[in-house]
Nanobody, 121 residues
Framework: QVQLVESGGGFVQAGGSLRVSCAAS????????MGWYRQAPGKQRELVAT???????NYADSVKGRFTISRDNAKNTVYLQINSLKPEDTAVYYC???????????????WGQGTQVTVSS
């Protein structure tokens, strides 16, 4: 019913910048929180940043000051601007959204397929 599609990942040198995007589509009534998670090889998936429908944001300590999450409610899209990239930021970045679909009264939890970000030292 709902699809999340990420884009914008890639290969970048340390110190560089990247912006990843995630567009939601389908039978969407409204979207509550949206967020980004990441999973590095051999590690558990971890929270990177979240943003509510009203624009309140939350960041993992490891990315504060370097990453900025934003959203365009009209486009059902969330963005993650990543600056001052470090090799330890290398991971698959996943989009997540809590979505009210047209046919249900409670929000569902949806994930994108992930986009790879690789940072070289």
């Amino acid at each position: 019913q709902v699809q999340l599609v990420e884009s914008g990942g890639g290969f970048v040198q340390a110190g560089g910048s990247l912006r990843v995007s995630c567009a939601a589509s389908g039978s969407i009534f409204s979207i509550k929180a949206m967020g980004w998670y990441r999973q590095a090889p051999g590690k558990q998936r971890e929270l990177v940043a979240t943003i509510t429908g009203g624009g309140s944001t939350n960041y993992a300590d490891s990315v504060k000051g370097r990453f900025t999450i934003s959203r365009d409610n009209a486009k059902n899209t969330v963005y993650l601007q990543i600056n001052s990239l470090k090799p330890e930021d290398t991971a698959v970045y996943y989009c997540n959204a809590a979505v009210f679909v047209i046919t249900k009264a409670t929000p569902g939890d949806y994930w994108g397929q992930g986009t790879q970000v690789t940072v070289s030292s």
